[in-house]
């Protein structure tokens, strides 16, 4: 391997998480860190630290010091993580521009699957399955005119879109209920995006958010390691997720596979991504959603049913290695679940609740795994997300696996800041989500 040390452009758990694979590969690495996380369990992990900037977001979204930190440390390489600069083309231009390599897909990559129309019109070219829709809406006559053509209910996109922001639904209404829901989408997503830019699917009422983890690399090698299920959200924010998903039927869980396949195959795609696909649970059929060109947060179901290390997977690929398996030698077993335990006060609207963790005792035990960057004394930051660990546990079936995470989230203590473990032990008892009766709005049905 080429790659010798890494700068690490990320702060959090994920640091912690790529850190300590590139410590097993014998991979040096620099932590470009704000002045808030100086001290934190990255900086600590770390073979050197290098504070680029104040405790605001902003400082992880300096595209310039990044690239000065890498190459002032000697890194070859850029693992951006998640969040922040991930899915940014600019940051993987600028490590090409700067001959340092992103552990990542190509610029052009993150550009085309970052707008979801682009990616819409991919997918549809290459035969994958899309919802009935619209091109680019810049209007409210043009909306209007979908809405006669494909009739309600209808999900409006920002283009350049995610995490939910400048998505609204539309069960039914008038022109002037209509024209208001188009105006707020619009000035939501030129707030959160800088682009305006909308479009329209059919809504799906009972919908499952199933994703696909692909990987690809330089020498046409494209796979994919399973599915994951992640349909237990909020407000389009995922709080469990589980490998593989299910009760979906095996012809189908084939065919959703091999669309994901398909789809990074036809654009020759690079590095770890998740293809996203609403699975409509009436009708039992899939449609693309979109792609992620990164990490996702909940990669650790899937390393936990395959036993393939994703992070590792990406820093070989990125140095321009193949896929050292083929597709018939990746192999399902067991069932895993994750839940995301967040600083925040799920009995009060999930209001984030900064403060200093005054006790910190994770669980452990046999199929337990807990990725955080948290311990007693640490300070929860009002400038970050609110993510402060995952529970992440494997189980020789989908109820094993349950079981096994609601001892593992009653035996966490937490002190000094509210969490949502409470609420998350709840979600595991709920009948429907215990019965594998799961989709995007089951929450609703609890909170």
């Given amino acids: 391997m080429s790659i010798s040390r890494i700068l690490v452009a990320n702060r959090g758990e994920i ?63 850029l693992h951006p993580g998640y969040g922040f600069l991930s899915e940014k083309p600019e940051l993987a231009q600028a490590c090409a521009d700067n001959g340092v390599v992103f552990v990542g897909p190509k610029a052009e990559h993150i550009h085309k699957m970052g707008n979801k129309l682009v990616a819409r019109e991919l997918a549809r070219e290459c035969g994958v399955p899309i919802l009935s829709g619209s091109e680019k809406i810049d209007s409210f006559e043009a909306l209007k005119r979908v809405v006669d053509e494909i009739g309600y209910p209808i999900m409006i996109k920002a283009a350049a879109g995610g995490g939910g922001r400048g ?68 407000r389009y924010q995922k709080l469990i997720e589980e490998s593989p998903a299910p009760n979906v039927p095996e012809s189908l869980r084939g065919e959703i596979h091999s669309a994901a396949v398909k789809l990074i195959r036809n654009i020759s795609y690079e590095n770890a991504g998740t293809v996203e696909f609403i699975f409509d649970e009436d009708e039992k059929k899939f449609y693309f959603l979109e792609m992620n060109t990164r990490l996702q947060v909940e990669h650790p179901v899937t390393e936990m049913v395959t036993g393939v290390d994703i992070v590792s997977e990406q820093i070989n690929v990125a140095d321009g290695g193949r896929i050292p398996f083929a597709q018939s030698e990746v192999s399902i077993k067991g069932h895993s679940i994750e839940c995301r335990i967040n600083a925040e006060n799920p009995f009060e609207g999930f209001r984030p609740t ?30 970050y997300d609110s993510l402060i660990a995952k529970v992440i546990v494997y189980g020789n079936d989908r109820e094993h696996a349950r079981r096994r995470m609601y001892c593992a989230l009653d035996e966490f203590r937490v002190n000094g800041v509210s969490t949502t473990i409470p609420f998350l032990k709840k979600v595991l008892e709920y009948p429907d989500f215990a019965g594998a009766k799961v989709n995007t709005r089951i929450l609703e049905r609890i909170i």
């Fill in 15 to 77: 640091a912690v998480r790529i850190i300590r694979t590139c410590r097993v590969l014998g991979i040096e690495t620099v932590l470009a860190a704000s002045e808030a996380d100086r001290d934190s369990a990255g900086a600590r992990l770390a073979d050197r630290t290098v504070v680029i900037g104040p405790p605001q977001v902003s400082t992880y979204l300096n595209i310039p010091a990044l690239i000065k930190a890498a190459k002032d440390a000697g890194a070859q390489a």
């Fill in 167 to 234: 998505m609204k639904i539309v069960n039914e209404g008038n022109s002037a209920a209509l024209n208001r829901v188009f105006d707020e989408a619009s000035a939501e997503a030129a707030t959160a995006f800088g682009d305006k830019t909308l479009y329209v699917e059919k809504y799906i009422a009972n919908a499952r958010h199933i994703e696909v983890q692909v990987m690809g690399d330089r020498h046409g090698g494209a796979v994919h390691l399973g599915e994951r299920d992640c349909s237990t959200q909020r």
């Fill in 354 to 383: 900064p403060g200093t963790i005054t006790n910190w005792d994770i669980p452990q035990g046999p199929g337990v795994r807990v990725d955080t960057h948290c311990h007693t004394g640490y300070k929860v930051s009002i400038y």
